[in-house]
């Protein structure tokens, strides 16, 4: 099977970045709204597992319409995830790398100030882009890396919150928060950047290797709901507080996830900050209209710096997603002759 990326024209690369920035954007405001409204709140431990059992099932009927039969699909499955522990092993090192981060996140935030955290949580943007040049071998040009600086503190900007002094001192150890952050940031650059090099390391269908991800996520997530809520699911029930909102959310969240794996396939991790960015503008100024945010300067100058940088990356170059084999015995001749 050649690799599909070639098949996809530019219209259909800008198609999947648009609907991932849209759907993310309408999942921020209505997970807002499922956590902010309501005197019942479900358990996010849960909604996040459901997540991925939905991506997995997703995943499942797609690679059915793909081969086109049940018994192709029993194959393709028998052959690339019962038959392939080694594979299913790969795919849930993004899996394990993603609990880490979200766990070291949460550590960072209770135990550093809110404005600090956001600050230095955005190290995340260029830390994906030295990832992708030193896992993938690409080359950036100054102006793409001047645009991903750019775009780290046009974020800032956006989510951009004075702290605000509270009566309450709670006790922080900046230490420990830094150090967190810059595990949450490794984890967020590597285990992006090493999922994308898995699905262009090889022709296996994009579909499978969701597949193989999906089942070792759901495992991670379980692990997630019996560590975090474990007490609280056995006594009240799996699906506490669940609405039609909340599968509305946990239904977003499954399609974006889809999309996000597309785009990293097609394009790759930088454009999925980018495409990130963008849905945290919009989902701000949704949140205007629908909750009364106040637009600041801050927000404005974030939201331009942040529109400029996916313009400036954008533009036209010299491709540099792969190493040019001849290119490299070239030089090599030439030292030869030197």
């Keep these: 099977m050649a690799p599909a990326k070639e098949n996809v024209s530019l219209l259909l690369k800008l198609y999947y970045l648009t609907v991932m920035t849209l759907v993310a954007a309408t999942y921020t405001v209505a997970l807002r709204y499922t956590r902010t409204t309501g005197t019942v709140l479900y358990f996010s431990s849960t909604a996040v597992c459901i997540a991925e059992v939905i991506k997995l099932f997703l995943s499942l009927g797609i690679l059915a319409k793909e081969t086109g039969s049940l018994s192709k699909l029993l194959t393709s499955l028998r052959e690339n995830v019962l038959g392939s522990p080694k594979e299913l092993l790969k795919l849930s090192v993004p899996s394990v790398v993603y609990a880490i981060q979200n766990n070291m996140a949460f550590l960072a935030l209770s135990n550093l100030d809110a404005a600090v955290y956001q600050v230095t949580y955005q190290l995340k943007i260029p830390c994906t882009a030295l990832c992708t040049v030193l896992m993938l071998h690409r080359a950036l040009s100054k102006l793409q890396w001047f645009s991903v600086f750019m775009l780290c503190g046009g974020v800032t900007l956006v989510q951009w919150k004075p702290a605000q002094a509270t009566k309450v001192q709670v006790e922080q150890n900046p230490l420990i928060g830094f150090g967190a952050i810059a595990v ?11 999922f994308e090099k898995v699905l262009k390391s090889s022709d296996t269908s994009l579909w499978v290797r969701n597949i193989q991800m999906y089942l070792s996520g759901i495992a991670v997530t379980l692990a997630g709901v019996y560590m975090y809520d474990g007490t609280q699911v056995m006594e009240k029930g799996f699906f506490h507080g669940y609405t039609h909102y909340v599968w509305f959310v946990i ?23 980018f495409s990130a960015a963008a849905a945290i503008v919009l989902s701000t100024v949704a949140s205007v209209i629908l909750f009364g945010l106040q637009i600041t300067v801050p927000f404005s100058l974030g939201a331009l710096l942040v529109c400029i940088s996916i313009y400036l990356y954008g533009l036209p170059r010299q491709d540099t997603t792969k190493i040019q084999p001849m290119e490299t015995k070239v030089l090599k001749q030439n030292l030869i002759n030197v």
């Excluded at 949450?184 to 090493?194: E, H, K, P, Q, T």
């Excluded at 999309?259 to 930088?270: E, L």
């Design 184 to 194: 949450a940031v490794l984890c967020s650059g590597f285990a992006g950047v090493y």
């Design 251 to 273: 239904f977003l969240s499954s399609v974006g996830g889809l999309y996000t794996s597309i785009v990293v396939k097609y394009t790759d991790n930088i454009m999925k900050g």
